[in-house]
């Protein structure tokens, strides 16, 4: 069984920053893709971030690409997305989720968490 808990999200101003934890059980965690997805009021999921188990691999949605950065450690069994120059349309609920098998870096996915809500204030 694998479980994926999310913490580090919160209130935050335009322009802050915030840094999102993923922590995994399982051991699945060292041999899958890592993702950040999220969803905001009315709309639907969408692809955040990405990262191949080496870690030298990753994926970024345009809407935050030189803005947020996905990283992990597989000793710790934790993927993070450190998010920064925040602006109020990244409001949203961030799901952290893991691929049983390799596939597409966008998706699908397997195994996602509960969200943690991020919220951006102007």
């Known amino acids: 069984q694998v479980q994926l808990v999310e913490s580090g999200g919160g209130l935050v101003q335009a322009g802050g920053s915030l840094r999102l934890s993923c922590v995994a059980s399982?051991?699945?965690?060292?041999?899958?893709?890592m993702g950040w997805f999220r969803q905001a009021p009315g709309k639907e999921r969408e692809f955040v971030a990405a990262?191949?188990?080496?870690?030298?691999?990753?994926l970024y949605a345009d809407s935050v690409k030189g803005r947020f950065t996905i990283s992990r450690d597989n000793a710790k069994n934790t993927v993070y997305l450190q998010m920064n120059s925040l602006r109020p349309v990244d409001t949203a609920v961030y799901y952290c989720?893991?691929?049983?098998?390799?596939?597409?870096?966008?998706?699908?996915?397997?195994?996602w968490g509960q969200g943690t809500q991020v919220t951006v204030s102007s």
């Open positions: 990262v191949r188990r080496s870690g030298a691999s990753t």
């Open positions: 989720a893991a691929q049983k098998l390799i596939a597409s870096m966008q998706g699908p996915y397997d195994y």
């Open positions: 399982g051991r699945i965690f060292s041999s899958s893709t």
